[in-house]
């Protein structure tokens, strides 16, 4: 795993954008993993800025996200499609159809499930994931004790990942319990993948990516097995490592 430590927020979420811009203007067609939580917000408004100032185009992109919670919809303002639409999508006016986000609203889950990773995989699979990371070591909404062999499936969150994202929900609005996710293998399948860290609460998770044993217990540990992955992350977050 490449390293490339930085100073604060502001300098991680420059580096992963200039990235992120550079590879989608090299290539003819693309497909970008997103993911969401505090941590990438200032990556997306780096991209915002880019696409007013330098007019990269989005028409040859396709974007996938990681995970969506059970029993939102888009219209939801805490749903995951919801964040995209307002801190990403609509500004690069990427067309709707060329956006993927798993539908938390399925009758059925399950099936779901196996619908977001069929089309992921028709379409070529991930060229570049953007990932962050739980203060637990999660990525995606994999948990510990996640298999490394899953692909995108249910998930009854832990009471750590709820607190930890109790804050982006009013009180007036049930927390969702649940996720779908894709999967460790389906977020290893992708061709190169870049994780953010920045401030203290990632010192734990980030020692533990860099310095423990490979384990499903901790669910980062698995980009190790992976050839192409890029850690961005500031000083704080690697204050431990
Ligand atoms: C959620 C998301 C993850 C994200 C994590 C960390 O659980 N499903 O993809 O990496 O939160 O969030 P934050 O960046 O807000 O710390």
Do not use: W
């Not at 497909?31 to 915002?48: D, E, F, M, N, R």
């Not at 990269?56 to 939102?72: I, R």
Request: with cysteine; net charge negative.
């Amino acid at each position: 795993m490449k390293i490339v430590a930085v100073a604060d927020y502001e300098e991680m979420s420059k580096v992963a954008a200039a990235y992120i811009v550079s590879t989608i203007r090299s290539s003819s067609s693309f497909s970008l993993g997103l993911a969401t939580g505090g941590t990438p917000l200032g990556v997306y408004q780096q991209l915002i800025k880019n696409y007013q100032t330098q007019q990269t185009s989005y028409a040859h992109v396709q974007t996938f996200n990681l995970d969506e919670y059970v029993g939102l919809s888009p219209q939801d303002d805490e749903s995951y499609h919801a964040y995209m639409n307002h801190h990403l999508f609509q500004a690069i006016n990427i067309p709707p159809e060329q956006t993927h986000v798993p539908n938390g609203m399925a009758v059925n889950l399950e099936e779901e499930c196996v619908r977001y990773e069929n089309h992921l995989q028709e379409r070529g699979g991930v060229d570049l994931q953007l990932l962050g990371i739980g203060q637990n070591g999660h990525i995606g909404f994999n948990e510990p004790g996640t298999s490394f062999a899953s692909r995108t499936h249910v998930v009854k969150l832990t009471p750590s990942t709820l607190a930890a994202n109790a804050r982006y929900f009013p009180p007036s609005k049930k927390q969702p319990t649940h996720a779908l996710t894709m999967g460790i293998a389906t977020i290893l399948q992708s061709k190169e993948i870049i994780l953010l860290a920045s401030g203290e609460k990632k010192q734990q998770a980030m020692n533990q990516l860099l310095n423990g044993h490979m384990s499903e217990s901790v669910p980062a540990t698995a980009l190790r097995m992976h050839g192409a992955v890029t850690i961005v992350a500031d000083r704080k977050a690697l204050q431990l490592a």
